[in-house]
């Protein structure tokens, strides 16, 4: 009986239960789209960071364990590193951020083609001369790009003389030289990529090196990326700003179904007292509120999942390059979750009122 009455309050008022349902949708789009974007933004850094190739990365004692490298690295660490046992190349990337997450890298491109097995080209090819650029196949299509064309970037004019197939470190690449010069860093770079002989001596290259250059951060790139999770202690602002969502989504939900259900008590007043006339108790009046409450947050977070599979489409047709978005299904729990427990919140006032109607009152209602 209960459920019946339910689904046909729901019924009786179609516009309402469906503006409601698609409020409460809002927030839940809202945490599962910032989900999915962190989610997203940080696995295409970890399969970036290990298509270079690289085993070992090489950093300033300034660096951060999570944070926009910087040129202060000298370069002439390269060949020093690679002359070491276990290692087979040693390389470095100046790094110029231009519109984070993006950045400009300075590479040296026959030394990057011998670490990873060079880029896959899907149009033209590599550098010809000084103010050549290579951007990977989602920076062209966000920005239109195509071989041949000018583009200007760091108060410079480029030629983009390849595309490539993304998934090897680079967004956006130009010779190491040439960044330096523009960056007044002359034999500067940001980090030193550094491939084994063996992926199994990433370890040891990495000890070793550690002793040889201990006023430097070195890390094996899966202890790089394994650091790259919302959980990680440097990115705690992350997690901070997650919370300060969820949060936000929380107090929508419950102002969303506490207006709904405080206008659905008023307008069945009369109804109300039929059912306490009728010896309905307080417990089962509640209860009818409750579960209409419950039904719109189930119909809202149910939305709210299918809205962030459009905002998953509309990021991935506008920036592909700037913000990848993955589907974060374990958020779908947490999320529903979250909207339920407002949604029962945002109820309990509306209907604990309606619990506490004098039926002769209510009946005597107009």
């Known amino acids: 009986m209960t459920f019946k009455l339910v689904i046909e309050n729901l019924k009786h008022r179609p516009m309402r239960s469906l503006l409601s349902i698609l409020l409460i949708a809002v927030p839940v789009t809202l945490i599962l789209t910032l989900a999915g974007m962190t989610d997203g933004m940080l696995e295409d850094s970890r399969q970036r960071t290990r298509g270079s190739g690289a085993d070992v990365l090489v950093r300033g004692s300034t660096a951060a364990a999570i944070a926009t490298f910087s040129g202060t690295l000298d370069e002439r660490y390269s060949p020093k590193i690679q002359s070491q046992p276990h290692v087979s190349v040693a390389t470095g990337v100046l790094v110029h951020s231009i519109d984070p997450p993006l950045a400009v890298m300075g590479i040296d491109l026959d030394q990057f083609t011998r670490m990873n097995g ?8 590599g550098f010809e001369g000084p103010d ?4 990977d196949n989602l920076y062209a299509a966000q920005k239109h790009l195509k071989v041949g064309d000018s583009y200007q970037s760091l108060n410079h004019g480029w030629r983009i003389c390849g595309i490539v197939e993304t998934g090897k470190l680079i967004r956006i690449a130009v010779q190491a030289k040439t960044l330096q010069e523009l960056d007044d860093l002359p034999g500067k770079v940001s980090v030193i990529y550094v ?3 063996m992926p199994a001596h990433a370890d040891l290259v990495a000890e070793e090196l550690r002793k040889l250059l201990p006023s430097l951060s070195i890390s094996t790139v899966e202890e790089w990326t394994s650091q790259l999770t919302v959980s990680s202690p440097q990115l705690s602002s992350l997690r901070i700003f997650t919370n300060v969502v969820i949060g936000i989504g929380v107090v929508i939900a419950f102002a969303v179904v506490c207006l709904a259900q405080y206008m659905a008590v008023l307008q069945r007043t009369r109804e109300i007292g039929i059912l306490k006339s009728l010896g309905a108790a307080k417990g089962f009046i509640l209860g009818i509120i409750l579960a209409e409450a419950l039904g719109l947050g189930i119909g809202g977070s149910v939305l709210g999942i299918l809205m962030s599979y459009g905002a998953k489409w509309l990021i991935n047709m506008l920036v592909p390059a700037s913000i990848q978005m993955a ?3 374990q958020w779908w729990p947490t999320a529903t979750a979250i909207t339920l427990v407002a949604a029962a919140l945002g109820a309990m006032y509306p ?5 506490r109607h004098d039926p002769i009152e209510a009946l005597a209602y107009e």
């Open 327 to 329: 589907i974060s299904y």
């Open 132 to 135: 050549d650029m290579l951007v």
């Open 351 to 355: 209907g604990l009122s309606a619990a």
């Open 195 to 197: 491939k084994a002989d």
């Open 118 to 125: 060079g880029f896959r080209y899907m149009a033209g090819g």
